[in-house]
């Protein structure tokens, strides 16, 4: 179909879980309160990204990447992106490649959030590789966020130490977090496909056995109360005008001019407290600010953008959609509607759109009913986050793929 968008195929033939894994119990006894080892809880691990691909990943501009090098008892890390000719020069120090987002380079890494969907989606954030050479680390450090640690590829020796905060001492050090004291409680070995589960607060310090030493983190996001205030009275502000003002015309005459009286500090705190206590306009800010890519800079749109027409003929033919990896889907049920919200922008869905957000939010990848076809409003929908670059449309073709 001209300018339509194709997808690439989604990796393997069946989603990854995790076998004998007691999700209810998990959620109970360890989500946010104390570390977890699993081991190898896959039908079949395989390492998903070869080192030299990581390497080419941190050598591109618009890839977060960092590269942390031991040397003199110290860590010393380099932004990316990263010459080509800068792994080669590295020596005996043990050092480690980290590359953010990587799910959303990679489909085969994308599939490893699967089996964590527990967790709702909007508290995901993306997955981490590191590659390490023998005894490379980044140093005993905290997390303000839960993170699941999957070994990939050769092992590490993690350390599980106290718990922590921002009063924790750490060491002086322009780039990383490192904690001043670190005082171990567990040790494990970890294996290719072993998981290690860490929640927030916790010290940890991962540091490689050998060479070819591949972690995934597959980290969540916590926003901070200070971001939450910040971001929902910024979108307060933008709605209020300078004719929305403080009035007493019940006014009357007090003792000592001098006083704040009470009925007037009720009445300036409920003028504040009235807008602050909006849930539907919360909810919408909310889910428009969680649903913002990470990396907006990224632009996933198609070369050339599909019509109404276009998408009713791949609508009719059942065509299998598929989500960006790169892009945010989350949902919140109104009194009538459903309000979508796709990469920051929301969307007011009822009938079979409503239905079909549901469906986008739920699964990566979905089959259209062409009973679909005369909806306007699922057409006008499908049309804009094609264009967006949040949807596409599966193929075999592999040039036809999302670009880098």
Not at 33 to 48: D, E, F, G, H, V
Not at 89 to 96: D, V
Not at 230 to 253: C, F, K, M, N, S
Request: hydrophobic share 45%; net charge negative; proline share 7%.
């Amino acid at each position: 179909m001209a300018g339509a968008r194709r997808a690439p195929p989604l990796p393997g033939e069946t989603p990854m879980h995790l076998h004998d894994f007691d999700i209810d119990l998990f959620l109970r006894d360890y989500w946010q309160q104390k570390p977890l080892l699993i081991r190898n809880p896959w039908a079949q691990w395989s390492n998903p990204l070869a080192p030299e691909e990581l390497a080419g990943l941190a050598c591109e501009e618009g890839v977060e990447s960092r590269l942390v090098v031991q040397a003199d008892g110290d860590w010393k890390m380099e932004q990316g992106p990263l010459a080509e000719d800068r792994f080669a020069a590295l020596g005996a120090s043990p050092w480690t490649l980290l590359v953010q987002a990587v799910d959303h380079q990679v489909p085969e890494v994308a599939a490893l959030i699967a089996p964590f969907r527990f967790i709702p989606d909007w508290r995901i954030d993306d997955v981490m590789v590191s590659y390490a050479s023998d005894g490379g680390g980044v140093g005993p450090h905290f997390d303000q966020y839960d993170v699941f640690l999957i070994q990939g590829a050769g092992r590490r020796r993690w350390r599980i130490g106290q718990a922590c905060d921002d009063s924790s001492p750490q060491r002086p050090h322009a780039d990383l977090r490192l904690l001043a004291t670190f005082d171990a409680t567990d040790e494990w070995v970890l294996e290719p496909g072993d998981i290690l589960y860490v929640p927030p607060g916790i010290a940890h310090d991962g540091v490689a056995v050998g060479d070819d030493c591949m972690t995934y983190s597959v980290g969540f996001r916590a926003p901070a109360r200070s971001e939450l205030i910040e971001g929902w009275t910024d979108r307060l502000l933008e709605g209020l005008g300078e004719d929305d003002r403080y009035a007493d015309p019940a006014l009357a005459r007090q003792a000592n001019p001098g006083e704040i009286a009470p009925a007037a500090l009720a009445r300036l705190q409920a003028m504040v407290l009235e807008q602050l206590g909006d849930p539907a306009g919360f909810a919408r800010w909310f889910g428009e600010y969680s649903s913002t890519r990470k990396y907006p800079e990224i632009d996933w749109a198609p070369e050339e953008a599909i019509d109404a027409a276009s998408m009713q003929a791949l609508v009719a033919e059942g065509a299998p959609l598929r989500r960006n990896p790169a892009s945010r889907f989350a949902f919140v049920r109104a009194e009538d509607a459903i309000m979508l919200f796709v990469d920051g922008a929301s969307h007011d869905c009822t009938g079979a759109s409503a239905a079909l957000a549901q469906q986008l939010c739920a699964d990566d990848a979905l089959d259209l009913d062409p009973a679909l076809v005369d909806d306007d409003a699922v057409i006008a929908l499908l049309v804009l986050l094609h264009n967006q670059g949040s949807i596409a449309f599966e193929d075999d073709e592999e040039d036809d793929a999302w670009d880098d």
